[in-house]
């Protein structure tokens, strides 16, 4: 069964290719289309940003995602763009590049395409973007150059230009020629890829097969490749599974399936929980957003993701399923121990559920990092209060990077409960911290820093939600934009 995408508006198929075979290997090795450039092969650096185009519902949806780490069998019914396909036939630029080209926006050239290629997903998905946008969308290419202002005024004048030829609607009509009513799968060599359209096909499969690899964005998965060069026999890509890409919101609160996308989970999240904000944009970059997966997030299960923390702060719960069995367990209770979890053979994480939020919880996400952007988190803490008039009814205190795993404060919180909200509470609730975490030093923090670190931002939370003289809670992206 060949893989089938479309590019430069023709339609590209694969009879056989090595499943973990990148994006960017293809391009530049078996394409020799060399503008897409590998920088650090691990979706960090931007060199090598393409982007994607699928069909959503009638219309076309761009992302811009990293080439290195993707791999070619996920290309599967979409569109592919990279920088030599933005020149129109008769020889003219595209705006991302034409503009770059007037604002001076090329340094050494190295990191230029990748810029480009994000550019190009802004324009086409925001007519008018905002200086907050650009850095946004820009979040995941680095100029080694510190070239970024005139690559940032090149941004703001991209709709100076005219606009090229629209051929999106013979690139949707090219689409729904390729979407397939059931899964992907071939084998190549010893390799077997699976890509099953639907949450059924991939419980059989899986089933039959426990002990392959679940796919979903890459953005860890493909590091596994390209860093630690480990093979993976099997591969079950669920990302064509349409049942498993939706969000679903009700009474009962919102169910987040397994193929949503960070980017569509965390705006989905965004208006019901708007004090996460600057954590769902300092998370990862847009290409590491449009790729990864919230519920690949929390299946990987690593002590410093970010996403943990605030969903078991919110009462998440995580719903399994194994073949036709499904049960439901709370999120904290998945993680035993340093990447180990509570799933079974052939058992697989179908969606998150989330309840309901309660009007009367305050909610707060701090992330301490080395760097403001695209950096891993030293801590991260998420904390969600409940009080009954001036006593403290319900809290609970979920932290990353304290522990072998995501982890409630479980002895802080039993102390909280019943206390009054005040100095006196909330300076007690820091020592009593000490006995939730005994935290280890590493490269990106002390132990010593990140209990003082914890300590300090349990004070913090207590003055952004006390009853007399609250401090104002700060949204870093709004105060620079």
């Not at 996460?276 to 690949?296: D, K």
Request: aromatic share 8%.
């Amino acid at each position: 069964m060949a893989i089938r995408f479309i590019l430069d508006g023709e339609t590209v198929e694969i009879e056989s290719i090595e499943p973990t075979r990148t994006v960017l290997q293809y391009l530049r090795e078996d394409l020799r289309r060399v503008g897409s450039k590998e920088g650090c092969a691990e979706g960090d650096c931007g060199a090598c940003t393409v982007v994607l185009a699928e069909l959503d519902g009638k219309c076309l949806r761009y992302r811009a995602v990293n080439a290195c780490i993707q791999f070619v069998p996920t290309l599967d019914g979409k569109a592919l763009f990279t920088v030599e396909s933005l020149k129109a036939p008769d020889g003219s630029l595209h705006p991302a590049q034409q503009s770059l080209v007037d604002y001076h926006g090329s340094q050494c050239g190295f990191c230029t395409p990748g810029f480009v290629m994000s550019m190009f997903a802004l324009y086409q998905h925001n007519a008018k973007p905002t200086r907050e946008d650009i850095d946004d969308a820009l979040s995941g290419n680095l100029c080694r150059c510190t070239g970024y202002r005139p690559i940032i005024d090149a941004c703001l004048h991209l709709r100076d230009y005219p606009e090229p030829d629209n051929r999106d609607k013979q690139l949707i009509k090219q689409l729904r020629a390729l979407a397939r009513k059931q899964g992907l799968a071939f084998e190549h060599g010893d390799a077997r890829y699976f890509a099953p359209a639907s949450g059924d096909e991939l419980a059989e499969i899986y089933a039959a097969h426990p002990d392959a690899q679940i796919l979903a964005g890459g953005t860890d998965v493909g590091l596994w490749v390209t860093k630690q060069l480990r093979e993976l026999p099997t591969i079950i890509y669920l990302g064509n599974a349409t049942d498993l890409r939706r969000i679903e919101t009700g009474k009962d609160g919102m169910t987040i399936g397994a193929a949503v996308s960070l980017e569509d989970a965390f705006a989905a999240l965004e208006p019901v929980y708007p004090e996460f904000y600057e954590m769902f944009r300092r998370f990862s970059s847009v290409p590491v957003r449009n790729a990864g997966t919230l519920v690949g997030n929390v299946a990987n299960g690593s002590p410093i993701g970010d996403s943990m923390p605030a969903l078991i702060a919110i009462g998440a719960r995580a719903l399994l399923r194994r073949g036709d069995e499904r049960r439901e367990l709370a999120l904290e209770y998945l993680y035993l121990d340093y990447m180990k979890n509570a799933m079974r053979p052939g058992e697989f994480i179908e969606a998150i559920r989330l309840p309901p939020r309660a009007a009367d919880t305050q909610l707060r996400c701090y992330k301490l990092s080395k760097r403001f952007d695209q950096d891993i988190s030293a801590v991260c803490m998420a904390l969600a209060l409940r009080l009954d008039g001036d006593s403290v009814a319900d809290a609970c205190i979920a932290l990353g990077g304290m522990a072998a795993i995501p982890k409630r404060a479980t002895r802080t919180e039993k102390f909280l409960r019943g206390k009054a909200w005040n100095e006196d509470t909330i300076r007690a609730a820091q020592a009593k911290l000490g006995e939730d975490f005994a935290p280890l030093s590493d490269m990106r923090a002390s132990a010593d820093y990140r209990r003082r670190a914890t300590a300090n931002l349990l004070y913090r939370f207590y003055l952004e939600t006390r009853a007399a003289d609250p401090v104002r809670a700060i949204n870093v992206f709004a105060e620079t934009a």
